[in-house]
C-alpha cells in the first residue's frame, strides 16, 4: 500500500489519540515484534506527534500493546475485545474470562484506557446485540474500578451507545473515538461530559456533517487520532494511514475551527494528557 510523504511537522507536539500499530497478522502465541512500531513512531516524533495511545482489540493485540507501552514512553496503551469479536466469545463461553484478562492488564501502569468498546450495529445483526452490550458493559465496569478512560467504538449505534452509558453509568473520563455523528449527536456528547476524538474522515469532501460535528465542540473537549492503518486524511485517502499524518487532519480541524495550528495542537495536547495523564 502507498505511504504518503511526511507533512510539514507541527509546532506543537501532539498526541495521536488512537493508532493501531500491531502487525497486521498478529495471532496467539507469536513472539512479540516491536521494529516496525518504533520506526513509525520515529517518524512521528519527526513531525510533532510525541506519543500515541496504543489500542488492543482482542487479547493478543492488547498484550501487544500493554508490552509495547512498557518498552517506549512514546506509548500508552488501551486494551479491550472489540464490539464485533463479542458474540463469538459469549457464545463460547469465554467472554467472562476474557474480561478477565482485560482487568488484569488495566492494573499496568502504563495501560491508561479501556478500549476500544462499544456498540456496532453495521457489522453485527440484532441477534449478536445483547453480547455487544454485555461485554459493553464489563468494559465500562473495568474502566471504573481502575479510574481508566473509555474509548468507545461506536458504529451505527449513536442511540443505544448513549443508553448504555445512561444505564450503568459513564466512566468519569469517556472518549467518541473516531467520531461519527452529526452536530446533534456531538452536542448531546458534549453535554454528558464525554471527548470526541476526530480522525482522517473529517477531512473527506464527502463528510461535511463531521466538520459540522467539530465546530460545536469545545476546544477542551476535542482530540485527534489516526485510527492506523486507516482512514488516512485527504488527500491521501485510501493510503496508508499512520500517526505521523496526525498533522494533515489537524491543520484541517484547524481550517474548520477557523483558528491558528498552534491553538489547537496546544488543546488538544492538553486534552490528551488531562484524558490519559502523562506520557
Known sequence: MIEPPPPEALPVGVHDDHTHLE????????AFD?????????????????????????????????????????????????????????ASGRLDSALETLDALAG?????????????????DEDGRPAQIEAFEGHIAIAKRHGLALQIHDRDAHDAVLDVLDRV??????????????????????????????????????????REALAVVPLDRILVETDAPYLAPHPHRGQRNSPYLIPETLRSMAATLAIDVTE????????????????
Open 169 to 210: 453509568g459513564a466512566p468519569e473520563t469517556t472518549v467518541l473515538h473516531c467520531f461519527s455523528g452529526d452536530a446533534a449527536f456531538a452536542r448531546r456528547c458534549v453535554d454528558a461530559g464525554y471527548h470526541l476524538s476526530f480522525a482522517g474522515t473529517v477531512t473527506f469532501k464527502n463528510a461535511a456533517y463531521l
Open 23 to 30: 502487525p497486521r497478522d498478529l495471532a496467539e502465541g507469536d
Open 264 to 279: 489547537l495542537a496546544s488543546a488538544v495536547a492538553a486534552n490528551a494528557e488531562r484524558v490519559y495523564g502523562p506520557w
Open 108 to 124: 499496568r501502569a502504563r495501560v491508561r484506557a479501556i478500549g476500544e468498546t462499544g456498540l456496532d450495529f453495521y457489522r453485527t
Open 34 to 90: 516491536f521494529a516496525d512500531a518504533v520506526r513509525e513512531l520515529d517518524l512521528a516524533e519527526s513531525v510533532g506527534v510525541v506519543g500515541v495511545v496504543q489500542v488492543g482489540t482482542d487479547l493478543v493485540t492488547s498484550r501487544w500493546s500493554a508490552e509495547l507501552a512498557d518498552r517506549d514512553h512514546r506509548v500508552l496503551a488501551a486494551v479491550a475485545i472489540h464490539p464485533n469479536d463479542a458474540p463469538a466469545l459469549a
